[in-house]
């Protein structure tokens, strides 16, 4: 079985077709913007919960996509 998403330019598309983030609050302490950015690209938080996640249609029509997404129903 194949995991699909729906893009709403393409239509139902692999998930491998796409690559995924969180989209985190840096802390307050963190004032660059350089510093800032590099937290969310890579500092998870990987909590239960409700997410928000940016996911770009990377094997598509390379457009971004934000949803929100409930980790204890995966």
């Given at each position: 079985?194949?995991?699909?998403?729906?893009?709403p330019h393409?239509?139902?598309?692999?998930?491998?077709?796409?690559?995924?983030?969180?989209?985190?609050?840096?802390?307050?302490?963190?004032?660059?913007?350089?510093?800032?950015?590099?937290?969310?690209g890579f500092?998870?938080?990987?909590?239960?919960?409700?997410?928000?996640?940016?996911?770009?249609?990377?094997?598509?029509?390379?457009?971004?996509?934000?949803?929100?997404?409930?980790?204890?129903?995966?």
């Amino acid at each position: 079985m194949v995991l699909r998403l729906d893009c709403p330019h393409c239509g139902p598309r692999p998930a491998d077709e796409w690559a995924y983030g969180e989209v985190p609050d840096p802390p307050d302490y963190l004032t660059g913007a350089d510093e800032r950015d590099v937290d969310r690209g890579f500092m998870m938080s990987n909590t239960e919960g409700v997410k928000v996640e940016r996911w770009f249609h990377a094997g598509g029509c390379r457009r971004w996509q934000t949803i929100t997404r409930d980790t204890t129903l995966d």
